[in-house]
C-alpha cells in the first residue's frame, strides 16, 4: 500500500470522476532503421493533442532497471506497493475467470506452447490458438490425478489457461518452468523453499502427464506454468481511498487484477470503443474507473513493431469517446514498457499524461516517451500516481495544520 502512513486521515469521498486508461505495454524503443519509437512512428493526433493540456512524466513500475510482469505493474498504478504486496500470477488468472479460490489452494498461470521432437520450445504460445481448441486440451488435462490433491485445469484466453492444485500442505514458492525464450527445454519445477519440494514434486508430475497427454499433436503439445500463487488479503481500494472503483477490461487477468483491490468488474467487449461504451453506461455509477486496452502489449511481445503501431492509433481513436464523458481527472499511461524490438517486456519507464478538467497542462508537444520525458511530473514510481489523481480530483484534504 501507500507509504503515506496518514492517507486515511485525508482522503475524502467526493462525487468527481477519476479514468485511469492503462494501454497495456505502452513503452517502446526506437526502430534501428528510423530512429523513432512506436509512439513516436504512430498517428496518434488525440493523444498529441491529450499530452498538449496535461502534466506528464515517465514512471518506473517497480525500480529503474526493474522487468516488471502485469501484475505489479499495475498494483503500483493503484497505489500499492509492486513488492510487498505482490499477488502471483496464478491467483489473477483464475480470479479473471470467475473461479473462486479458497485459502490454502495453489494455482498457477500456464501456456500451451509446442515443442519440436527433441523437446525444445519452438513456439511459447503454440500459435495463439484459439480459446475453444484450448478448452478442449483443458479438458483432456482435467483427467490427471495427483495424489493428495484435486487437480482443475481451467481455460483463460487463447493459449492460456489455469491449473489449481487442491489440497493440504501445498507452497507456492515454486519456480516457474517457462524459459521464456524458444530452443529451450522446459524447466522443471524446483522448490525455493525446502517447505516447497512436496509442492514441486507434484507439479513436475503433473507436467509430465500433461506431456504424455499432449505427445500426439503437432502443435500444443507440451505445457508451461508460472506465477505459482496463494490468495492474500489486501485493503480494497474502497478502504484505502473511500473509492467506488470499476473495471473496464476484457481479458481475464486484469479482471482478476481488479477483484483482487476490490474494483466491480463491468462486463466489455475486447476493444476500446467497446470499453468507451461501458464506461458511458455506468459514469454514474462508479467514481474511478480502470480502462484496459491489451493489443499494444501483445504486439510487442510477438516482435511486430507495426501491429503495435497500429494498435497505438486504435487507442488513440477512442480517446474522444472516453474524453466526451468529462471525467474530472483522466490519465494515460501503461502498466510497463514491451518494446517490439526486444520482444517483450522491459525495465524503461513509461510515458503518464494526466489532464485535469479545468487546469492549464505542460504543454509538451507529443504523447511519446522523450517529449513526456520533458513534462513537469518528472520520473516518479509508478505508484506515485494514484496520490495524484485523488489530489486531482480534490479527494485528499490538507495534511497537518
Not at 33 to 57: M, Q, Y
Not at 281 to 292: G, I, L, T
Not at 384 to 395: C, D, E
Request: with cysteine.
Amino acid at each position: 500500500m501507500t507509504e503515506f502512513p496518514h492517507l486515511s486521515d485525508i482522503v475524502v469521498s467526493t462525487p468527481s470522476k477519476i479514468v485511469l486508461l492503462v494501454i497495456d505495454g505502452l513503452g517502446g524503443m526506437p526502430h534501428p532503421e528510423t530512429g523513432r519509437s512506436e509512439l513516436e512512428t504512430a498517428r496518434i493526433p488525440n493523444l498529441d493533442a491529450l499530452a498538449k493540456k496535461s502534466v506528464c512524466g515517465l514512471l518506473d513500475p517497480v525500480l529503474p532497471g526493474i522487468t516488471p510482469g502485469s501484475g505489479p505493474g499495475h498494483l503500483a498504478l493503484f497505489g500499492y506497493d509492486p513488492v510487498e504486496d505482490l499477488v502471483g500470477r496464478g491467483v489473477l488468472e483464475t480470479l479473471g475467470i470467475d473461479i473462486e479460490l479458497r485459502a490454502g489452494d495453489l494455482a498457477a498461470r500456464g501456456n500451451f506452447c509446442t515443442v519440436d521432437p527433441q523437446g525444445l520450445i519452438t513456439d511459447r504460445r503454440a500459435g495463439r490458438i484459439p480459446t475453444q481448441e484450448s478448452a478442449h486440451l483443458c479438458k483432456a488435462l482435467n483427467a490427471i490425478k495427483l495424489p493428495g490433491v484435486e487437480v482443475f485445469v481451467h481455460p483463460v484466453q487463447d493459449y492460456r489457461f489455469a491449473l489449481v492444485l487442491r489440497g493440504p500442505g501445498l507452497n507456492e514458492a515454486v519456480s516457474e518452468t517457462d524459459p521464456q525464450r524458444v530452443g529451450e527445454p522446459p524447466l522443471p519445477a524446483r522448490p525455493l523453499v525446502s517447505e516447497a519440494a512436496s509442492t514441486a514434486g507434484l507439479i513436475n508430475s503433473f507436467i509430465a502427464s500433461a506431456r504424455k497427454l499432449l505427445s500426439g499433436r503437432e502443435y500444443a503439445n507440451m505445457v508451461t506454468l508460472r506465477g505459482f500463487s496463494q490468495l492474500q488479503d489486501l485493503p480494497s481500494m474502497g478502504q484505502l481511498y473511500k473509492l467506488k472503483p470499476a473495471a473496464i477490461a476484457y481479458y481475464p487477468m486484469y479482471r482478476g487484477l481488479a477483484r483482487t483491490v476490490g474494483m466491480t468488474v463491468l462486463p466489455t467487449g475486447p476493444s476500446l470503443k467497446d470499453a468507451a461504451a461501458t464506461l458511458a453506461d455506468h459514469v454514474n455509477d462508479f467514481d474511478f474507473f480502470y480502462v484496459h486496452y491489451k493489443a499494444a502489449d501483445s504486439a510487442g511481445e510477438d516482435g511486430d513493431f507495426a501491429r503495435k503501431v497500429r494498435a497505438l492509433e486504435e487507442a488513440d481513436a477512442a480517446i474522444p469517446d472516453l474524453l466526451a464523458l468529462k471525467p474530472d481527472v483522466f490519465a494515460v499511461t501503461g502498466d510497463h514498457s514491451t518494446p517490439a524490438v526486444m520482444v517483450g517486456h522491459s525495465w524503461h519507464p513509461v510515458p503518464v499524461a494526466l489532464y485535469t478538467q479545468g487546469r492549464p497542462g505542460d504543454w509538451v508537444e507529443a504523447f511519446s516517451e522523450r517529449a513526456c520525458s520533458q513534462g513537469s511530473l518528472g520520473r516518479m514510481p509508478s505508484r506515485h500516481l494514484m496520490l495524484l489523481l485523488l489530489a486531482n480530483a480534490m479527494k485528499l484534504i490538507k495534511f497537518g495544520a
